[in-house]
């Protein structure tokens, strides 16, 4: 699914007008791809769940409709209304949960021993209308409440002081975009990099440039596809080679890079270290080097270092040294610290 998904926006990317412009934004083809390519993302936790529910050894169809829950229009209604809501009288954070992972996986992991725990103690003749009815009434206040939104809360703080470093400027500053380039794909799963992108929009509104975020989600977006080339010369299994290349030029071609952080990031969980040590050290040079981003390019291919250009060529230059650097040092990290083997 997400080979596919992000083989369609590459094609989106690439025949698009931030690249070669051969299809319009308002054509048939251009809609058709975009949606068909957002689809395997935004339902996301829908697939999430059945596989973490296979994974935690509980009913996939509920890990499958937990995650739907999730995404349900009613719940997205909600969310934008942006009115107080509560669950049994609870009250409910208000989160988005396209696109992410930790709700729906943290979701299950705990369901997993609700389910159990029903389908043991529930006689055979009112189980199988009782323990599923049971076991997601149960889940709705923990799911919706406390374990969907703690990823946030945890990526909000996370974000908010990263952006104190950079008012600290200095050396404390530098360390900040580190930081961004190292951390930035964990915010994304939690989707609290939007806190950072608001940031980031407001920066360049008011000043013009962006000498902090700009640099570290650059540097982190290029290490994702360094971490994916990485895996893809270490693995031995033909298949998860080719899946691991495929994601390496979804990435640095489409600027898809969900299919690597999904696939191989949080699959294999070492490769996350090699990712996360080449977005620090390229977002360290690029600090260093007092590089700044002057465009917000809506894309994270090889096309996204068109941010840099509106300086000096210095800038520029420097800019795409500390992207390649995020690649390389990313692929060799991977490479070093080795792919964990896949559980069974």
């Given amino acids: 699914m997400l080979i596919a998904a992000s083989m369609f926006k590459m094609l989106v990317a690439v025949l698009g007008p931030t690249m070669l412009n051969v299809i319009s934004v308002h054509s048939d083809l251009y809609q058709l791809f975009s949606f068909v390519g957002d689809a395997g993302f935004y339902f996301f936790p829908i697939a999430i769940g059945y596989t973490a529910a296979k994974q935690f050894n509980t009913s996939p169809i509920l890990g499958i409709f937990l995650g739907a829950i999730m995404l349900d229009p009613g719940l997205v209604k909600i969310v934008a209304a942006g009115k107080p809501f509560t669950v049994y009288g609870i009250p409910m954070h ?199 981003g002057y465009v917000i390019v809506p894309v994270a291919n090889f096309m996204s270092l068109t941010a840099y250009v509106g300086g000096s060529t210095a800038n520029l230059i420097n800019g795409i040294i500390s992207a390649a650097i995020a690649l390389i040092v990313a692929a060799i990290a991977t490479y070093i610290i080795g792919i964990e083997p896949k559980t069974k």
Wanted: aromatic share 10%; proline share 3%.
């Fill in 94 to 292: 208000l989160t988005n949960y396209a696109s992410s992972v930790l709700p729906i996986l943290l979701s299950v992991w705990i369901m997993s021993y609700i389910e159990r725990f029903f389908n043991k103690h529930i006689t055979a003749a009112l189980r199988t209308i009782l323990a599923p009815t049971l076991t997601i009434a149960i889940m709705l206040p923990l799911a919706l409440c406390v374990l969907g939104p703690l990823g946030g809360f945890v990526g909000e703080y996370v974000s908010k002081g990263i952006i104190s470093f950079g008012q600290l400027g200095g050396v404390a500053a530098i360390i900040g975009v580190g930081l961004i380039g190292a951390l930035w794909e964990l915010l994304v799963i939690t989707g609290m990099h939007l806190v950072m992108i608001s940031a980031m929009i407001t920066i360049v509104a008011q000043t013009g440039h962006d000498n902090f975020i700009i640099l570290g989600s650059l540097a982190a977006s290029f290490a994702v596809a360094g971490m994916s080339l990485g895996a893809a010369l270490r693995l031995k299994d033909k298949k998860e080679k080719s899946l691991a290349f495929g994601y390496f030029i979804a990435n640095f071609v489409g600027g898809v890079t969900e299919p690597g952080l999904y696939g191989i990031a949080i699959k294999y969980r070492r490769p996350f270290i090699g990712m996360m040590i080449g977005g620090f050290v390229g977002g360290i040079y690029a600090a260093i080097m007092h590089v700044s």
